[in-house]
């Protein structure tokens, strides 16, 4: 029946050859955007590659690789030799910001900064609370750990140097709360390209770290005994900001989709509010399909509920272009979204950014930020704004996916040859982690404990769980550290293991 489907036309796509933006890029946006303004309806049939590129005077290869993007992100599909088809169960959305919505956003703040019974979990151990708070150096196989040997160092110090050279008096008071103006243009302006964001600078507002934009959230958000979603398993972080605001946290299965809507839906139907990672979900590295991303925002949408995207590293992708944020499929959702430099840049650096969805809503997120701490280092801002305008943002991000994804692929080449009896290895085209599932029989945290005494960091995928129950397996870190320092440390992972086996 599909091959009797008449294929469409494509009459609005236009190729520019004179942009400097790729051509499958190009088409990819024309196309992606086509789908989510209505444009194209679901269920419609594609033209096939070939005519496709013949039409637009392009190569086929563009197209493939146009489709390939636009097929992992769920906006495609289709079988070979059936055709392409537009996905269905696709909303209609709006393009123009709802006043509407605005006020009634507006609304939803009220209130919520009140007099709460603020509540904070400590952890478990002073060994915890010290791995927390101390500095620490780069050890297998610690989690999100940034390369600094391959940092740009003369062009940061560079800029540096120019920025503290022409040091002003303004730049010694008080600045504007939200953040460094060129900053945030230029942050603006990444989200429109890389994230698929259409956000002005006024919407954005610069923070020290995810974890003050997490807890801003939360303290904003919530109300005193609000039921907060949470991934189970999840960002230990987040548990904390919903608890010290008086939320209830309400763990919500990850399955390889990412998280339980219909799950959260049935079993915390009063849930006001979400955390989740959809690009790249923490700990299990899953990436949210576009079903599931649509069944959120319409959940959102139609209970007025919020959404806290925490977009940590996606980036860091090293198989077609990073997937679009889910604050960039519906311009009226309540979506926080929230990024990061620590992890591209180094943890020193702590700037971080939300994105709100309307200028009004980041005014009182701004208010509340000047409560804490008044504004960021204006330095740092200035430095990092210049790194992004000049291009060395991209370039160093394009080079560390390059390392990241080699040190990916040596660590999983060397899982496999040392243990591929005991440790099934699961590995994303993203992130800067992978998940090795063990064989039956092996606790994962009891090989965490023994690795730890021998100088190798690991984390059980059950220590970011709450009650969902989770196979046994390890979270390795892979980024930050040098190939003989990864391959010394499977060598002592695989003599614990192999020694605990036999037992």
Not at 200 to 225: C, D, F, M, S, T
Not at 240 to 268: L, S, W
Not at 314 to 322: A, D, Q, V, W, Y
Not at 344 to 372: C, G, N, Q, S
């Amino acid at each position: 029946m599909a091959k009797l489907t008449p294929e469409i036309l494509l009459a609005f796509i236009s190729i520019d050859r004179e942009s400097s933006s790729p051509k499958y890029l190009q088409l990819y946006a024309q196309i992606r955007d086509a789908v989510v303004n209505g444009k194209l309806k679901p269920g419609e049939r594609m033209p096939s590659s070939r005519a496709l590129a013949l039409e637009l005077g392009i190569s086929r290869n563009s197209v493939v690789t146009a489709y390939d993007q636009l097929s992992i992100e769920g906006y495609l599909t289709g079988e070979t030799g059936s055709g392409t088809f537009i996905c269905t169960d696709l909303p209609d959305f709006l393009n123009t910001a709802d006043e509407k919505r605005i006020k009634e956003r507006i609304g939803l703040l009220s209130g919520n900064v009140s007099k709460r019974n603020i509540r904070y979990e400590f952890p478990s151990s002073e060994e915890e609370m010290r791995l927390d708070s101390e500095g620490d150096i780069a050890i297998p196989f610690q989690l999100t750990v940034n390369d600094l040997s391959n940092f740009p160092f003369q062009i940061w110090s560079r800029l540096g140097a120019r920025a503290f050279r022409h040091l002003q008096y303004k730049n010694l008071g008080y600045s504007d709360a939200k953040g460094y103006e060129p900053l945030r243009i230029a942050i603006a302006d990444y989200l429109r390209v890389n994230r698929s964001i259409i956000c002005e600078k006024e919407q954005i507002l610069i923070v020290n770290g995810a974890r003050q934009a997490l807890h801003l959230a939360a303290e904003l958000l919530i109300k005193e005994g609000d039921d907060c979603w949470v991934e189970d398993p999840g960002y230990p972080g987040v548990r904390n900001a919903v608890k010290r605001f008086g939320g209830e946290i309400c763990p919500v299965p990850v399955t390889e989709h990412g998280m339980d809507i219909q799950y959260g839906q049935e079993k915390y139907p009063d849930a006001r509010l979400a955390f989740i990672t959809p690009s790249h979900q923490f700990p299990l590295g899953k990436v949210m399909p576009l079903k599931q991303r649509l069944e959120l925002l319409k959940w959102s949408r139609e209970g007025s509920n919020w959404i806290i995207e925490d977009d940590y590293d996606s980036e860091f992708r090293f198989k077609g272009r990073p997937v679009p944020a889910l604050m960039g499929l519906d311009p009226n959702a309540n979506v926080v979204y929230i990024g990061t430099f620590s992890k591209i840049m180094f943890p020193a650096l702590r700037i971080a950014y939300m994105v709100l969805p309307d200028k009004e809503t980041a005014e009182r997120f701004t208010f509340m930020k000047t409560m804490v701490d008044r504004q960021n280092p204006l330095m740092d801002q200035e430095i990092m704004s210049e790194f992004i305008v000049e291009g060395h943002f991209l370039r160093h991000i394009r080079r560390m996916r390059l390392i990241y994804k080699n040190n990916q692929e040596m660590l999983v080449s060397l899982l496999v040859k040392y243990l591929h009896e005991e440790l099934t290895v699961d590995s994303s085209d993203s992130g800067m982690f992978l998940i090795g599932w063990l064989r039956e029989g092996l606790k994962a945290k009891t090989i965490k404990e023994r690795a730890n005494r021998e100088g190798i960091v690991l984390f059980a995928v059950s220590d970011f769980s709450i009650e969902n129950k989770i196979p046994e397996g390890l979270v390795i870190g892979f980024t930050g550290f040098k190939p003989k320092d990864i391959e010394d440390a499977v060598q002592k992972l695989t003599f614990i293991i192999k020694d605990m086996t036999h037992v």
